[in-house]
């Protein structure tokens, strides 16, 4: 009789079984169980994340409690922090920090006062530490919250309130080895003069590690000085500080901007050094970025001349610990204006460095990123990225243990900005780029991109909605 496919037949015979059949079935079970399990890996592997590929994009806001962020930081374990504020009626704006993990968000929390959260941190424990604006106005203040791992409240610093009783603005943070909090924020001089650095640092409880906040103030030194305004916050191994700013002068009944870099001893708030970039080629320098890794400081920003508006290069300047200049490079390939937002340092002493050039003849930019070697002197691969009709600007970077390079900034597609990233090879082959919008009218450049523990990257900013309406929003991409 006809078998159907798959069916058994059983037929009786009065013949010995052959020696080993009886172990056939197991064998037939086996082969099946791992082919099966070949399938499987075959079918996971079919179905990774390529380059490039948008894994998520989450979002915090609605039309009711809209939502902005202004900083993003990565933890140990892949974790990762983004902070800003949400609108929480009848309050209004409250400071926001949320945290994720590659499965998507953990925990989320508005802390329970007006205000913003401006900068976030993790220590080597994962515990999220965020400095937040309070009660903005003329006479707001700053504090600094402490989260666990967890997202269980710990502390809250006093709010600091700087003399005079004028409004104080901290704008970056950083966490040292042994889970010391270093605020850097600006607080002005009186009620006239334009604001100066206030530096103050916590210890792991919360409680000050200096007697009083450390404030630079140039006028003290200079009756020609006007202002000072921290850009960047990095610490070295030893602890100790390093600011990069840029200090306004008056010259002749103008106002003169002068890349400045301050050095600060983490035991004691000491200033040590004090460096002021003099530019060769335009009178006005300024600092955008700090970078410290091993016995090695990098600065960058750009020159430029307030009576030209196309002068001016991108800047980087290369120190040693003690703050003294080994190299610089005032970067000028076409003779049009350029200027440098984040350098990053790899082991052999290599710089990288990304940010924006004016293409000549227009008032258009594109993003330029460049791999300089030791001494500055010689580019050793130059990238750039323009597109037809619109502008593009890098604004973040960073380097991964492959030599991989990463940029994130801003560009336009079909009328929309976009917020751009990008990935190079070590020798500088673009591999990826992607766009993205929040799908409304604006979309904010990225507050910061950081690199995941998983093979991941994670982009943070600002966008509106389909429905107009604003939201914070975490991207993940496939590195």
């Given at each position: 009789?006809?078998?159907?496919?798959?069916?058994?037949?059983?037929?009786?015979?009065?013949?010995?079984?052959?020696?080993?059949?009886?172990?056939?079935?197991?064998?037939?079970?086996?082969?099946?169980?791992?082919?099966?399990?070949?399938?499987?890996?075959?079918?996971?592997?079919?179905?990774?994340?390529?380059?490039?590929?948008?894994?998520?994009?989450?979002?915090?806001?609605?039309?009711?409690?809209?939502?902005?962020?202004?900083?993003?930081?990565?933890?140990?374990?892949?974790?990762?922090?983004?902070?800003?504020?949400?609108?929480?009626?009848?309050?209004?704006?409250?400071?926001?920090?949320?945290?994720?993990?590659?499965?998507?968000?953990?925990?989320?929390?508005?802390?329970?006062?007006?205000?913003?959260?401006?900068?976030?941190?993790?220590?080597?424990?994962?515990?999220?530490?965020?400095?937040?604006?309070?009660?903005?106005?003329?006479?707001?203040?700053?504090?600094?919250?402490?989260?666990?791992?967890?997202?269980?409240?710990?502390?809250?610093?006093?709010?600091?309130?700087?003399?005079?009783?004028?409004?104080?603005?901290?704008?970056?943070?950083?966490?040292?080895?042994?889970?010391?909090?270093?605020?850097?924020?600006?607080?002005?001089?009186?009620?006239?003069?334009?604001?100066?650095?206030?530096?103050?640092?916590?210890?792991?409880?919360?409680?000050?590690?200096?007697?009083?906040?450390?404030?630079?103030?140039?006028?003290?030194?200079?009756?020609?000085?006007?202002?000072?305004?921290?850009?960047?916050?990095?610490?070295?191994?030893?602890?100790?500080?390093?600011?990069?700013?840029?200090?306004?002068?008056?010259?002749?009944g103008h106002y003169v901007d002068s890349g400045l870099v301050l050095k600060f001893a983490g035991v004691d708030g000491s200033r040590l050094a004090r460096w002021t970039y003099k530019p060769l080629g335009a009178p006005e320098s300024t600092f955008s970025d700090i970078?410290?890794?091993?016995?090695?400081?990098?600065?960058?920003?750009?020159?430029?001349?307030?009576?030209?508006?196309?002068?001016?290069?991108?800047?980087?300047?290369?120190?040693?610990?003690?703050?003294?200049?080994?190299?610089?490079?005032?970067?000028?390939?076409?003779?049009?204006?350029?200027?440098?937002?984040?350098?990053?340092?790899?082991?052999?002493?290599?710089?990288?460095?990304?940010?924006?050039?004016?293409?000549?003849?227009?008032?258009?930019?594109?993003?330029?990123?460049?791999?300089?070697?030791?001494?500055?002197?010689?580019?050793?691969?130059?990238?750039?990225?323009?597109?037809?009709?619109?502008?593009?600007?890098?604004?973040?970077?960073?380097?991964?243990?492959?030599?991989?390079?990463?940029?994130?900034?801003?560009?336009?597609?079909?009328?929309?900005?976009?917020?751009?990233?990008?990935?190079?090879?070590?020798?500088?082959?673009?591999?990826?780029?992607?766009?993205?919008?929040?799908?409304?009218?604006?979309?904010?450049?990225?507050?910061?991109?950081?690199?995941?523990?998983?093979?991941?990257?994670?982009?943070?900013?600002?966008?509106?909605?389909?429905?107009?309406?604003?939201?914070?929003?975490?991207?993940?991409?496939?590195?």
């Amino acid at each position: 009789m006809p078998i159907k496919a798959g069916a058994t037949r059983t037929v009786c015979t009065n013949r010995r079984r052959p020696r080993g059949a009886r172990g056939a079935p197991r064998r037939a079970v086996l082969t099946a169980l791992l082919a099966l399990l070949t399938l499987l890996l075959l079918a996971s592997v079919a179905q990774a994340y390529a380059p490039g590929h948008l894994i998520w994009a989450k979002r915090i806001g609605t039309s009711t409690s809209e939502a902005s962020a202004w900083a993003v930081a990565r933890g140990p374990d892949g974790a990762v922090a983004i902070c800003g504020w949400r609108d929480v009626p009848p309050t209004g704006q409250m400071p926001l920090v949320a945290k994720y993990t590659a499965a998507g968000r953990k925990w989320v929390w508005t802390y329970p006062t007006a205000g913003f959260a401006s900068a976030v941190a993790f220590d080597r424990a994962g515990n999220v530490y965020v400095v937040a604006c309070v009660n903005p106005g003329p006479g707001g203040d700053f504090v600094v919250i402490k989260y666990s791992a967890a997202g269980v409240w710990q502390w809250t610093t006093a709010p600091y309130d700087g003399p005079g009783g004028f409004y104080d603005w901290a704008r970056l943070i950083a966490v040292d080895k042994s889970g010391n909090v270093i605020v850097v924020g600006w607080s002005p001089h009186d009620g006239d003069e334009g604001p100066i650095i206030s530096l103050l640092k916590y210890d792991a409880n919360g409680a000050p590690a200096w007697p009083a906040a450390v404030r630079y103030d140039p006028l003290e030194s200079d009756p020609d000085a006007h202002a000072v305004r921290p850009s960047d916050v990095a610490v070295d191994g030893a602890g100790d500080i390093y600011v990069s700013s840029t200090s306004t002068y008056v010259r002749d009944g103008h106002y003169v901007d002068s890349g400045l870099v301050l050095k600060f001893a983490g035991v004691d708030g000491s200033r040590l050094a004090r460096w002021t970039y003099k530019p060769l080629g335009a009178p006005e320098s300024t600092f955008s970025d700090i970078a410290v890794r091993g016995s090695t400081v990098v600065a960058v920003g750009a020159t430029s001349d307030p009576l030209d508006e196309g002068a001016g290069d991108a800047l980087v300047v290369k120190f040693d610990l003690s703050l003294q200049q080994t190299y610089r490079r005032e970067w000028d390939v076409v003779a049009t204006r350029a200027s440098f937002a984040q350098a990053a340092i790899d082991g052999a002493g290599n710089v990288y460095v990304t940010g924006m050039q004016y293409v000549p003849g227009t008032r258009k930019t594109k993003v330029v990123t460049l791999k300089l070697g030791p001494k500055l002197s010689r580019a050793l691969w130059m990238a750039t990225y323009r597109p037809r009709s619109s502008y593009a600007q890098g604004a973040f970077i960073a380097r991964d243990g492959a030599g991989n390079v990463f940029v994130s900034g801003m560009t336009a597609t079909g009328g929309r900005d976009c917020i751009l990233t990008m990935k190079y090879s070590p020798s500088g082959a673009r591999k990826w780029l992607r766009t993205w919008s929040g799908g409304g009218a604006h979309t904010n450049p990225p507050c910061s991109m950081v690199l995941g523990a998983k093979g991941d990257i994670f982009v943070g900013g600002s966008a509106e909605a389909v429905g107009g309406f604003r939201q914070a929003v975490l991207l993940r991409y496939q590195r």
